[in-house]
């Protein structure tokens, strides 16, 4: 068993996996530390990962802070909290994706060598639940019934267009599928039946941003334990784009309950003349997403 932490650096845009076999897992400049990130905004001892009982928490000790991923922002930790795994951190310039795996044994922290793993082009989906931390700071029951009832809806729905991978994101999940065109009409789908269920419910409503990309995706040879890689962070990026990324956006679009892809998505599932009805493609501009060297287009797939 043992903490599992995937940690992406922003202004490179480069991904790396860590796994540490201790309960505690201290996180700082000091060469004591198990984790040592060098930078000026990280302090000697920065963050402390510890498994208590069937417990997780993080304390933060350090100046410049480390925050938790909240919804679509993010929260400053104040001295030691209980974390919800798989939960999203970010310290300086790194994103840490932190785990806990119950079922390896390691004895060592290791860092996965490119030759071990395996790569494929694939399409991916990003499904983020709005507001679901503010929902639980008010009613936790309903929280989790929302993200319950979400994973009711989503994975039957992902199941049938051929879903290769899933793994919760803590406010949503991570999918990918064999092809764009899949993808596509699988995420139009989704905000359908969420819709639909928004509509007859009592229940507070999930609202919902979902993004789609595809490119490179390398995971474990043989294994479904995870994935990672550049493209896997623009899909992220997209999920959270705002009008302020934009330098010249050509429409307004909504903040949540919305659908965007990148433009080579929708160009790919064209060029198959592939596309489905029921929705009008509306290309937003090209964004600057932050740890991403290129800008992006981007595309909102607006239902009528």
Known sequence: MGWELLLTDLPRGET??????????????NPDCELI?????????????????????????????TFLKDGSGWQRLQGKIELQIPTTLRLADWTMRVDYEMEAD???????PAGHLAKK?????????????????????MALHLKNRLMQIAEPLLNEYGKT????????????LASPAKALVAALELERRIQARNAKTDNAPIHYRIALHHGDVWGV?????????????????????????????S?????????????SVLATVSAESLLPTGFE??????????????????????TL
């Open 16 to 29: 790396s996996g860590r796994t540490f076999s201790q309960s505690t897992v201290r996180i700082g400049r």
């Open 37 to 65: 990130l060098k930078h000026n905004q990280i302090s000697r001892l920065h963050l402390t990962l510890s498994k208590e009982g069937e417990k997780y928490f993080a304390e933060d000790s350090s100046s410049n802070g």
């Open 106 to 112: 390691w004895d060592r922290s290791v860092i996965i």
């Open 121 to 141: 082009v694939e399409a991916i989906l990003v499904f983020d639940l709005c507001e679901s931390s503010k929902l639980a700071n008010q009613d936790d029951q």
């Open 165 to 176: 991978f899933i793994k919760s994101t803590g406010d949503g999940f991570l999918a990918t």
């Open 221 to 249: 040879a043989g294994s479904e334990q995870d994935i990672h890689g550049n493209d896997i962070n623009i899909t992220f990026r997209i999920e959270g784009v705002q009008a302020e990324s934009f330098p010249n956006p």
């Open 251 to 263: 429409t307004e679009f909504p903040r949540m309950d919305r659908v965007l892809c990148s433009a």
């Open 281 to 302: 493609p509306i290309e937003i501009g090209a964004a600057n997403l932050k740890g991403i060297a290129d800008p992006t287009r981007i595309v909102w797939l607006k």
